[in-house]
């Protein structure tokens, strides 16, 4: 299949996700929740970074874009309409970066709506309808399981990054993107080109400093990997008491 289907299959799927989202009462909030969670928590794993050079841009890079409980719908919507231009008119690499966020965005969205189905019957229980969110967030993560899909998740996003940080060694393709920043909004593609000028700004700086994109892709997949593995396999106290403490410590 070829960038341009790749994509828009992709979108898509992603676009039935949430329209079963929102054909159920409820479950579209639930989403909702299950996204804030997880960006209370990527901020609280990665307080450090977010509030001290030199990974500061890059962290805070991957909470807006891949960890945030934005809408991405104006964005992907962008992707499908210039998904067929892609290949025209960018290098190859920019089309496989462009490929790897949708798919990573499908099965991000697929995993989100899985939890939050779970997420909602736990709040209609009377049981557990004070539940606090940590407990709620351990409860869904294990009743949808998905081991591999979780590392898979993960293998796309240090892949993007990979491939982010690949860019900034293309000759020319920074000066390419500022001057299609005008035909970019004229065509309103602007959502598309901010996070490609932005994944591109914060990688090459990230070059510029000692050990370079590498140790900022190894400390994620170090903290996810022990996430994973505690959220999977963690006494059920101990893991709710360290995400507790990790999202107190989000700011």
Known sequence: MDASHLICDSV???EQLRASAASTPGLAGAVSA???FQARRFAGTYQDLLHARPYQAAARFFLDELYSEKDYAERDTQFARIAGGLARFFPQEVTQTAISLAQLHLLTETLDLAMARHWLS???ADA????PDPSR???AWRAVGRREDRHTQLAKVLALGRELDHLTRTPGLRFMLKMMRGPANLARLGALQR???AGFDTFADMGRQAGGATFFLETVQARETYLFKLLFEGD??????ELAQTLAQAR
Do not use: D, G, H, R
């Not at 557990?128 to 539940?131: D, F, I, K, L, V």
């Not at 059920?236 to 008491?241: F, N, Q, S």
């Open 34 to 36: 299950i996204k804030q």
């Open 195 to 197: 996070f490609l000028e």
């Open 128 to 131: 557990s309808a004070n539940t």
């Open 122 to 124: 736990n709040a209609n």
């Open 12 to 14: 898509a799927q992603v």
């Open 236 to 241: 059920l106290v101990a893991c709710e008491t």
């Open 137 to 139: 967030y351990i409860s």
